[in-house]
Protein backbone atom coordinates (compact mmCIF):
# COMPACT_ATOMS: atom_id res chain seq x y z
CA UNK A 1 0.00 0.00 0.00
CA UNK A 2 2.40 2.64 0.82
CA UNK A 3 4.80 1.64 -1.93
CA UNK A 4 2.38 2.49 -4.41
CA UNK A 5 1.72 5.85 -2.93
CA UNK A 6 5.51 6.38 -2.52
CA UNK A 7 5.96 5.92 -6.44
CA UNK A 8 3.31 8.44 -7.14
CA UNK A 9 5.21 10.62 -4.62
CA UNK A 10 8.05 10.25 -6.90
CA UNK A 11 6.53 11.17 -9.49
CA UNK A 12 5.08 14.21 -8.23
CA UNK A 13 8.29 15.12 -6.26
CA UNK A 14 10.00 14.77 -10.15
CA UNK A 15 7.71 17.17 -11.49
CA UNK A 16 8.43 19.72 -8.63
CA UNK A 17 11.85 19.82 -9.66
CA UNK A 18 11.64 19.94 -13.08
CA UNK A 19 9.23 22.66 -12.58
CA UNK A 20 11.84 24.38 -10.38
CA UNK A 21 14.88 24.06 -12.79
CA UNK A 22 15.71 27.25 -14.16
CA UNK A 23 15.27 27.95 -17.90
CA UNK A 24 16.42 30.40 -20.33
CA UNK A 25 14.32 33.60 -20.00
CA UNK A 26 12.55 33.09 -23.57
CA UNK A 27 11.45 30.09 -22.69
CA UNK A 28 10.04 30.61 -19.01
CA UNK A 29 6.78 31.91 -20.00
CA UNK A 30 6.00 28.59 -22.24
CA UNK A 31 6.78 25.98 -19.44
CA UNK A 32 3.71 24.27 -18.36
CA UNK A 33 2.46 23.34 -14.77
CA UNK A 34 4.13 19.94 -14.84
CA UNK A 35 3.32 19.12 -11.10
CA UNK A 36 -0.28 20.12 -12.05
CA UNK A 37 -0.33 18.02 -15.12
CA UNK A 38 0.99 14.85 -13.20
CA UNK A 39 -1.29 15.53 -10.38
CA UNK A 40 -4.40 15.15 -13.28
CA UNK A 41 -2.94 11.88 -14.68
CA UNK A 42 -2.77 10.46 -11.10
CA UNK A 43 -6.38 11.67 -9.91
CA UNK A 44 -7.58 10.27 -13.12
CA UNK A 45 -5.65 6.81 -12.82
CA UNK A 46 -5.93 6.66 -9.23
CA UNK A 47 -8.64 8.69 -8.08
CA UNK A 48 -8.79 6.90 -4.53
CA UNK A 49 -5.21 7.46 -4.41
CA UNK A 50 -4.70 11.26 -5.49
CA UNK A 51 -7.43 13.06 -4.20
CA UNK A 52 -8.44 17.09 -3.29
CA UNK A 53 -6.19 17.16 0.08
CA UNK A 54 -3.32 15.85 -2.35
CA UNK A 55 -3.55 18.63 -4.38
CA UNK A 56 -3.86 21.21 -1.95
CA UNK A 57 -0.69 19.89 -0.05
CA UNK A 58 1.21 20.00 -3.32
CA UNK A 59 0.06 23.51 -4.17
CA UNK A 60 0.83 24.54 -0.97
CA UNK A 61 4.48 23.16 -1.32
CA UNK A 62 4.59 25.01 -5.25
CA UNK A 63 3.20 27.88 -3.69
CA UNK A 64 5.71 28.09 -0.81
CA UNK A 65 8.66 27.21 -3.43
CA UNK A 66 7.75 29.89 -5.76
CA UNK A 67 7.33 32.49 -3.59
CA UNK A 68 3.82 33.27 -4.33
CA UNK A 69 1.16 34.23 -1.98
CA UNK A 70 0.01 31.29 -0.23
CA UNK A 71 -3.06 29.37 -0.63
CA UNK A 72 -3.33 30.65 -4.25
CA UNK A 73 -2.04 27.54 -5.76
CA UNK A 74 -3.50 25.19 -3.59
CA UNK A 75 -7.24 26.61 -4.09
CA UNK A 76 -6.57 26.02 -7.94
CA UNK A 77 -5.26 22.84 -8.02
CA UNK A 78 -7.87 22.05 -5.27
CA UNK A 79 -10.46 22.76 -8.27
CA UNK A 80 -9.07 21.31 -11.09
CA UNK A 81 -8.65 18.33 -9.12
CA UNK A 82 -12.25 18.35 -7.87
CA UNK A 83 -13.02 18.32 -11.47
CA UNK A 84 -11.21 16.01 -13.23
CA UNK A 85 -11.62 13.37 -9.96
CA UNK A 86 -15.65 13.55 -10.47
CA UNK A 87 -15.49 12.67 -13.73
CA UNK A 88 -12.33 10.36 -13.99
CA UNK A 89 -14.79 7.75 -15.66
CA UNK A 90 -15.79 9.65 -18.05
CA UNK A 91 -12.16 11.02 -19.18
CA UNK A 92 -10.92 7.58 -19.33
CA UNK A 93 -12.92 6.69 -22.08
CA UNK A 94 -11.34 9.31 -24.37
CA UNK A 95 -8.72 9.01 -26.50
CA UNK A 96 -5.64 10.55 -25.61
CA UNK A 97 -5.96 13.93 -27.82
CA UNK A 98 -9.63 14.59 -26.36
CA UNK A 99 -7.90 14.35 -22.98
CA UNK A 100 -5.76 16.74 -24.35
CA UNK A 101 -8.20 19.14 -25.53
CA UNK A 102 -9.85 18.61 -21.83
CA UNK A 103 -6.33 19.22 -20.26
CA UNK A 104 -6.30 22.56 -21.81
CA UNK A 105 -9.41 23.68 -20.83
CA UNK A 106 -8.52 22.52 -17.18
CA UNK A 107 -5.39 24.37 -17.93
CA UNK A 108 -7.29 27.73 -19.00
CA UNK A 109 -9.42 27.51 -15.89
CA UNK A 110 -6.50 27.06 -13.73
CA UNK A 111 -4.35 29.77 -15.13
CA UNK A 112 -7.42 32.39 -15.46
CA UNK A 113 -8.15 31.42 -11.72
CA UNK A 114 -4.80 32.22 -10.62
CA UNK A 115 -4.36 35.26 -12.67
CA UNK A 116 -7.93 36.25 -11.04
CA UNK A 117 -6.31 35.55 -7.15
CA UNK A 118 -3.20 37.23 -8.21
CA UNK A 119 -5.08 40.25 -9.77
CA UNK A 120 -7.21 40.59 -6.22
CA UNK A 121 -4.30 40.21 -4.20
CA UNK A 122 -1.30 41.41 -5.96
CA UNK A 123 -2.77 43.62 -8.26
CA UNK A 124 -1.45 42.43 -12.02
CA UNK A 125 -2.47 42.59 -15.02
CA UNK A 126 -3.85 40.46 -17.65
CA UNK A 127 -1.20 39.25 -20.95
CA UNK A 128 -2.11 37.09 -23.42
CA UNK A 129 0.87 35.28 -23.12
CA UNK A 130 -0.19 34.28 -19.47
CA UNK A 131 -1.80 31.38 -21.22
CA UNK A 132 0.87 30.18 -23.89
CA UNK A 133 1.52 27.25 -20.99
CA UNK A 134 -1.92 26.26 -21.34
CA UNK A 135 -0.94 25.35 -25.33
CA UNK A 136 2.67 23.21 -24.17
CA UNK A 137 0.66 21.76 -21.33
CA UNK A 138 -2.23 20.85 -23.69
CA UNK A 139 0.86 19.27 -26.19
CA UNK A 140 2.67 17.76 -22.97
CA UNK A 141 -0.01 15.32 -22.05
CA UNK A 142 0.10 12.56 -24.34
CA UNK A 143 3.85 12.37 -23.85
CA UNK A 144 3.20 12.75 -20.54
CA UNK A 145 0.04 10.75 -20.03
CA UNK A 146 2.15 7.91 -21.87
CA UNK A 147 5.09 7.77 -19.94
CA UNK A 148 2.94 8.17 -16.68
CA UNK A 149 0.76 4.98 -17.80
CA UNK A 150 4.10 3.02 -18.54
CA UNK A 151 5.58 3.61 -15.08
CA UNK A 152 2.23 3.25 -13.63
CA UNK A 153 2.17 -0.31 -15.09
CA UNK A 154 5.60 -1.14 -14.91
CA UNK A 155 5.51 -0.99 -11.46
CA UNK A 156 2.11 -2.15 -11.12
CA UNK A 157 0.73 0.88 -8.93
CA UNK A 158 -3.19 0.12 -7.98
Given at each position: MTRHLGFILLSVFVSLVLAL????????MYR???????????SIALPHRVNIGFAWMAGLIIDLALGSPLGVR????????????????KIRNFSVWQQ??????F???????V???????????????YLW???TGALAWPWLFLLLRKYRRHFRIR
Open positions: MPLPIAFEPDLVLLVIMYWSLTYSIVIYITASNYQAMLVALLALYYLLFWLNHFLLDIYFLPQPVL
